[in-house]
């Protein structure tokens, strides 16, 4: 399975802390996306990374991508309360993104 | 405008009952998708759709069938309703542009099916 698998799957800071979250897979990928998902809602897609990139910023976002290790990390800096939220990952080798359960992030004002 | 929207939004039903989801997208997306998310909020593909192919996943049972009357829309259709069957469903499209060019999925809401 391509399915990316988040870590950790809870994570609790202070607000002006910085979040790391970490997704691994297994199978080569063309891709990788990170998507947010706020309680009670659908999926927002934040950031994608291909698999020729190493590093993307996006505003507070940093994603990181390592294909020999198969592993992406999701940086947010200066978090804010707004961003608790969970996060997923998401692979893609074909073109259907296969999603894992995510990382819930509280962020404490 | 909802770029993805799906109706109802929660769905209360007794087992063994027959439900449907409708989902519609306004964005021109030639993919749609139906996943479901569990009580652990893995979430998983059912289907996905475009007017060329089906696929399926072969963990989805039969009695889960998505039906596509245009571009637009694709409902899922749930017959003899299980208790296990309890989960968000989201609706999402995409326009498929190959794997390369990368594939963002645009999300609705979700609808909360609860059978008892």
């Known amino acids: 399975s391509q399915q990316g698998e988040e870590d950790p799957q809870a994570l609790s800071i202070q607000e002006g802390e910085n979040a790391t979250m970490n997704c691994s897979y297994k199978?080569?990928?063309?891709?990788l996306q990170w998507y947010r998902q706020n309680s009670g809602r659908g999926l927002v897609h934040l950031i994608l990374i291909r698999s020729n990139e190493r590093e993307k910023h996006s505003g507070r976002l940093r994603v990181t991508l390592d294909t020999s290790k198969k592993s992406s990390s999701l940086l947010i800096t200066a978090s804010r309360a707004a961003d608790t939220a969970s996060y997923f990952c998401?692979?893609?080798?074909?073109?259907?993104?296969?999603f894992g359960r995510g990382t819930s992030l509280i962020v404490h004002p | 405008d909802t770029a993805v929207s799906q109706t109802p939004k929660y769905l209360v039903t007794q087992m063994g009952n027959d439900k449907s989801i409708k989902c519609e997208q306004n964005l021109g997306h030639d993919t749609m998708y139906w996943y479901k998310q569990d009580s652990k909020k893995f979430l998983k593909i059912m289907f996905s759709y475009n007017n060329k192919e089906l696929i399926i996943n072969e963990t989805v049972p039969n009695r889960f069938s998505p039906k596509s009357p245009d571009k637009a829309h694709l409902n899922l259709h749930i017959n003899s309703l299980e208790l296990g069957d309890s989960a968000v469903y989201f609706c999402a499209s995409s326009q498929l542009s190959g794997a390369d060019s990368g594939n963002t999925i645009y999300f609705g809401e979700g609808s909360w099916l609860t059978v008892v």
């Open positions: 998401a692979t893609s080798g074909s073109y259907i993104p296969t």
């Open positions: 199978t080569s990928i063309n891709n």
